[in-house]
Structures are given as C-alpha cells and as structure tokens.
C-alpha cells in the first residue's frame, strides 16, 4: 500500500489510561508495546511523529491538591509521572525498533533531553519519533495543553488524539446505545457546546493556529494508520 498520508507531521497525545492496558494504575507492558506497534506504521508510512504523554494513569495534580497537597506541588509530581510514562514508552519503541528520543520540559540530564525547539525539529527531520515529556513544565496546565502547544511548535499538521472510543458522540457510548459519532465538529461546536474532546485551553489553541483535532481509538487494531490512510473511524475537529 503505497499511499500518501494525510499528514506529514503529527503529534499524538496519549493519556496515562492509554498506557494501562486492563489494569487501574501504572503502566502495561503489553499495551506499551502494541502502541509501539501502531506508532512505528505510522512511521513506516512515512509520518513523522512526535507524542506527548499523561501522567493520569499514576498521578494527577488535581487529585493531590484534593488532598491536601500544594496545588503546583501535585501539578509537579503530575509532571513527573508523564516522564516515567515518556521512558516506558521509549523503552517499548526501541524494542520495536523506533529511534525515539525523549525531551523534557523540566530539565532532567541523566534521563532524557531539555525541550529545546530546534531540537525537536532535528530530531523529527531525522525520522526520530519524539516524545515530549512534562508537560508544559508549568503547573495549572495539562497534557492536553502541552498537546496543542507542542504540536503548533512543531508545525504538525494534525493532532491526533487516541481515546478509549473511537470519536466524539453527542452522548456517552457507554452508557447511551442510541449516541451517535460525529463525523467532523467545528472547534466552535467543541467549545460551546462543552463537548469533551479536550480542555478548553488546548481547543483555543489549535483554533488559533489552525491544527486539526482527530479524535479516534487508541484500542481499535491499526486505527492510527488506518486513520493516516483516510480509511479509520475518527471525529475530526477543525
Ligand atoms: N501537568 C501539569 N502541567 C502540564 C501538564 C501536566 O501540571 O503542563 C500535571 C497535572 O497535575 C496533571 C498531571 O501532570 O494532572 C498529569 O497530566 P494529565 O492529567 O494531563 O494526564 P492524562 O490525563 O493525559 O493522563
């Protein structure tokens, strides 16, 4: 199949929960590696990808502070786990044998690279996959921001969101058997309609530097290729 991609360049935004697998915390080795899989298609293809990371699968700032802990302090262990999340990711795509490189947004020598722009670019140039980990670097902020800021950095030309279902629908699959997909959504509909693709931070900003959202599973077999390819299920917003 020699098609042309739909995307060039693109980022993948990952949760922490896309990294458990069936379990309730950390990280599943066997869906590290089946991610792994999906994300060397996509190079395979010919896509240059960058990945940012969560952290939700071992901790989130916001559940820290609920209990008590300093808000910026729990944002900066929120900031911590997505770097050991980034590192199992790494390790898994190296398995498979995917050039990665991890870049932090706080600066961690031993472990990974600072988040340096140029960089970053270099590496993609080079068909190295990059994993920013950290965030942002700043507390009050999420993955999700860190997602749509990087991938305007980085000039992607989509941001690629793998969820646990396969799109936006206008009620819960899960719990609502007549909720219906959307096909394509304007970042406006996501914004007023409160619409749970991202935050509202991380919608703003691909709405002002025009990156598309593609919102698809994370569990469906191959469906980040088939989505590069035009043939996967996905909502896009944009
Ligand atoms: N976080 C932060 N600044 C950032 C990104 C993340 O403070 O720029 C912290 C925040 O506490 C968050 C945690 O890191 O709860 C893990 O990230 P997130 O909840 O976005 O992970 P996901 O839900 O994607 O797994």
Do not use: W
């Not at 302090?73 to 911590?80: I, Y």
């Not at 030309?157 to 719990?175: C, E, I, M, R, S």
């Not at 509909?189 to 509202?200: G, H, I, P, R, Y």
């Amino acid at each position: 199949m020699s098609q042309t991609p739909l995307y060039k360049r693109i980022l993948l935004k990952l949760s922490g929960e896309a990294l458990m697998g069936n379990g309730s915390y950390g990280i599943d080795p066997e869906t590290a590696a089946r991610v792994s899989r999906e994300v060397k298609q996509a190079r395979d293809i010919g896509t240059e990808v960058c990945i940012v990371v969560g952290g939700g699968n071992i901790f989130r700032g916001i559940k820290g502070a609920a209990e008590g802990l300093d808000r910026s302090t729990a944002d900066h262990m929120g900031m911590l786990a997505t770097v050991m999340n980034a590192l199992a990711l790494q390790n898994a795509l190296e398995k498979v044998g995917v050039d990665t490189r991890v870049l932090s947004a706080i600066p961690m020598a031993s472990v990974s690279e600072p988040y340096i722009r140029r960089r970053a670019i270099r590496h993609l140039e080079k068909g190295r996959v990059v994993i920013f980990a950290a965030g942002t670097g700043n507390p009050f902020f999420t993955t999700d921001t860190a997602a749509a800021l990087r991938a305007a950095e980085m000039n992607c030309d989509a941001l690629l969101k793998g969820t646990q279902v396969d799109g936006v629908y206008n009620a819960d699959p899960k719990l609502d058997l007549s909720a219906t997909r959307y096909e394509k959504l304007s970042y406006m509909d996501v914004l007023s309609q409160d619409l749970k693709v991202m935050d509202a931070s991380a919608i703003s900003l691909s709405r002002e530097n025009n990156i598309p959202i593609v919102v698809f599973s994370i569990h469906t077999e191959n469906e980040l290729v088939n989505v590069l390819n035009g043939a996967g299920t996905c909502t896009t917003v944009g």
